[in-house]
């Protein structure tokens, strides 16, 4: 199937095809003709998968197919959980967009509000924003959205993660009754369901990545290791492997300043990027990622959600989030776009239980390989999980992570552990040949 089968303008395909697009994804092949049906939807579709074009595209054709309003208050609104997703979508729209008449911003915080202002006021067809800045400018009243036809939410189970759902819900409630919705969420679970029933009219269902799976062309594999050697290990495996562009997820904003300015002095180049950091320095320290310039990148969690990131090879989970569900958001980051990517955990005692979380979830064990001359020492016993002042809702899934029973010993169990990962290693962690020794088997 080719995109001119889906129903789509010729001044849309002449767009995508200046992309270097000829064939669609799974998702946009079945979400497209959705969309131009008119039809409510809910899609379940993880990053990488092309979700992005599979609303942007038909969005696009219906609102150049219809008479806007003179005024040109916004026809379409799209909700992100993040400023780099917001922006993100936003290079989407120009892209697929440019050879037809609608006008398109991106507004989010962060930034000054009074350009964005002065873009409203000159009106737009298409706005693409985040729930704060979007309630600011309605507040301010520089914002009217009786005009909307088209709702997206994108990325909802984040957005809900991340405390939205009162400020959706007060979007909602300015918003036009009669409209068509589209909801985009990588899991499903009771919350979302709720508000998909809420929202959505006899939606249409899209479902093209199993529930809470991870990317099949993602190579997962453990490292136990202690808690004070992550660093001094993730320095080791980037330099023996030779990696070039390696995205690492910590739990915290000071443990992502900390790593990069650890790595700094090791001699590697890197960026911290996360909530506090101003837009410039987060805009910046991904394009020098991008380029080449800079070579590690240290996340959190909600400022690597929405990373459009081309053919990144490595993802390190230096510590493990206390989320299972978020291993898959992190993960697949790499292996995107039928790519092979690699993902690697480094584990200390203290995330035994947070690694059989994921395990279960994934509902198979992940290999484990004990890296020679970073053995664990068996006589550390495992801590609590420190989570900081940004963890999500102010620590409240602490129990869930089962951070307070590990303080008790409830270790990983022999056999499906380190001792499991000695095992394996044992079969050859040499560091000669071609530098890769210690993972051949």
């Known amino acids: 199937m ?21 064939e669609p994804t799974p998702v946009q092949k079945q979400a497209i003709p959705l969309i ?14 092309g979700k992005t074009a599979g609303f942007t595209l ?24 993040t400023r780099e997703l917001a922006a993100q979508i936003g290079d989407n729209v120009r892209a697929y967009g440019r050879h037809l008449p609608l006008k398109s911003a991106v507004i989010f915080g962060g930034v000054k509000i009074n350009p ?8 737009v ?44 819900k007060k979007v909602l409630a300015l918003l036009p009754r009669k409209r ?43 490292h136990p290791v202690d808690k004070a050697r992550k660093r001094e290990l993730l320095a080791w495996l980037i330099g023996d492997g030779d990696w070039q562009q390696v995205l690492v997820f910590t739990r915290t904003k000071h443990g992502a300043n900390r790593l990069a300015e650890q790595l700094g002095k090791d001699g590697i180049s890197a960026a911290a990027i996360h909530g506090n950091k101003s837009q410039g320095a987060r805009t910046k320290a991904l394009a020098g990622f991008k380029q080449g310039q800079i070579r590690v990148l240290v996340a959190t969690d909600i400022a690597a959600r929405g990373l ?46 947070l690694l059989r979380d994921i395990e279960k979830l994934l ?43 590990r303080a008790r010993g409830q270790g990983r169990p022999a056999g499906n552990g380190a001792g499991r990962g000695r095992g394996r290693a044992g079969r050859g962690r040499g560091r000669g040949g071609n530098g890769r020794g210690h993972r051949a088997a």
Do not use: W
């Open 2 to 22: 080719s995109f001119d089968s889906l129903g789509l303008s010729a001044d849309i395909l002449r767009a995508v095809s200046e992309q270097g697009y000829s």
């Open 36 to 49: 131009l049906q008119g039809r409510d939807l809910l899609a379940g579709a993880q990053t990488g998968t």
């Open 58 to 81: 038909p969005l696009l054709h219906l609102l150049s197919q219809r008479p806007g309003h003179s005024a040109r208050k916004p026809r379409a609104l799209i909700l992100t959980p």
């Open 116 to 123: 964005q202002i002065e873009k409203l006021r000159r009106g």
């Open 125 to 168: 067809d298409i706005l693409i924003a985040t729930p704060g800045r979007l309630l600011d400018h309605v507040g301010q009243k520089t914002l009217d959205l009786s005009a909307v036809e088209i709702l997206v939410l994108d990325e909802a189970d984040r957005m809900l993660d991340m405390g939205f759902i009162h400020d959706i």
């Open 180 to 222: 068509q919705n589209l909801l985009f969420s990588a899991t499903y679970n009771a919350t979302i369901r709720k508000l998909a029933d809420g929202l959505l009219d006899n939606p249409a269902q899209v479902e093209v990545a199993r529930r809470n799976t991870t990317a099949e062309r993602v190579t997962q594999r453990v």
């Open 308 to 353: 459009d990131i081309d053919q990144l090879p490595h993802v390190v989970n230096y510590e493990l989030p206390n989320v299972p569900e978020d291993y898959v958001h992190r993960i697949g980051r790499t292996g995107r776009a039928g790519r092979e990517g690699e993902a690697i955990s480094l584990v200390c005692v203290d995330e035994h239980k």
């Open 363 to 405: 509902k198979k064990p992940i290999d484990a390989q004990i890296i020679e001359g970073y053995e664990p020492d068996p006589s550390i016993p495992a801590e609590p999980i420190q989570m900081g002042r940004g963890a999500r809702n102010g620590g409240q899934r602490h129990g869930r992570g089962g951070g307070q029973q």
